[in-house]
């Protein structure tokens, strides 16, 4: 089980998937839609997660490695009203059915298009999901982070950003002026144990940041690296 949930703030997902790389490409995009993610691959431990509650939705793949996904289903839905959404690969009319007469809420087949996959999501917590929330913006000296949008500007001009860009720069923003281990950047935006402790792939990330958002990269005045340490984003008050 893999619960990186705790850097993000928004609803908590629950993906059910004996497949590693389905399981790292579902997270990522989850999480830059701004959802909380957490991740198994057996009913067991499915099951044993929504007992302690706070999941708002299940994606659960039918072929798991315990277990029948079907099984899985049944069992939450007679413990639980938690939305399930079955992700699987099977895509008769039967095995649809089947689904839905267990108690899934929806079915949607492999491959799938990850905003038809987000939006019916969102459909399924609720079509208010997010309309009342208070958007989550950082503005740090020049800079201006849309956390909602994931948009970065600085001084009013949009800066564009890959998707592990924005996710280093926003881990460093939230402990503004204060250094980031590398360790915990490779946790909050890889996940635990995806990368060796001494790949370079940080570094190329932080280089790039640089080169968008400072006017000399080679004069690091926002980023800063803290050697054996990690790095830090640097906040003059304005």
Known sequence: MIDRSSTVR?????????????????????????????SCQTG???????????IALVLLDLNLLDVDGIQVCRRLRKESDVPIIILSGRSSLSDRVLGLEAGADDYVTKPCDCLELCTRIRAKLGRNYGKNRTPEILVLGALRIDIDRRTVSKNGTQVDLTKKE????????RHANRVVSREALFKSVWGPNKLEPKSRV??????????????????????????????????SPE
């Open 10 to 38: 928004g609803p908590k997902i629950l993906v059910v998937d004996d497949d590693p790389d389905c399981l790292a490409t579902i997270e990522e995009s989850l999480e830059w839609e701004g959802f909380a993610v957490i």
């Open 166 to 173: 924005f996710a280093v720069l926003e881990e460093l923003a």
């Open 44 to 54: 067991r431990e499915a099951l044993e997660l929504c007992e302690k509650g706070k």
């Open 202 to 235: 940080l570094d190329v990330h932080i280089q790039h940041l640089r080169a968008k958002l400072q006017d000399d990269p080679n004069q690091p005045q926002i980023i800063m690296s803290v050697p054996g340490t990690g790095y830090m984003l640097s906040v």
